[in-house]
């Protein structure tokens, strides 16, 4: 089903106002590394990577 120009607008606006983005660059062949290890997680690999930062940033209080 194609998305309408209303939701794409929608979508948009909802990524400005709720979501930050950040880039990682990893070294070549690990990104299907960090890509199988999430799908064994059963996780994206935004939500493998932002679980690992959390975990990290708990540790850090």
């Not at 209303?6 to 660059?25: G, I, P, S």
């Not at 994206?44 to 959390?54: H, Q, R």
Request: net charge positive; charged share 35%.
């Amino acid at each position: 089903m194609k998305t309408t120009p209303a939701q794409r607008r929608a979508h948009r606006k909802y990524q400005a106002e709720k979501v930050d983005v950040v880039y990682v660059r990893v070294a070549k062949g690990r990104k299907e590394v960090i890509q199988e290890r999430a799908l064994s997680k059963g996780l994206s690999v935004n939500a493998y990577i932002v679980g690992l930062i959390d975990k990290d940033l708990k540790k850090q209080q």
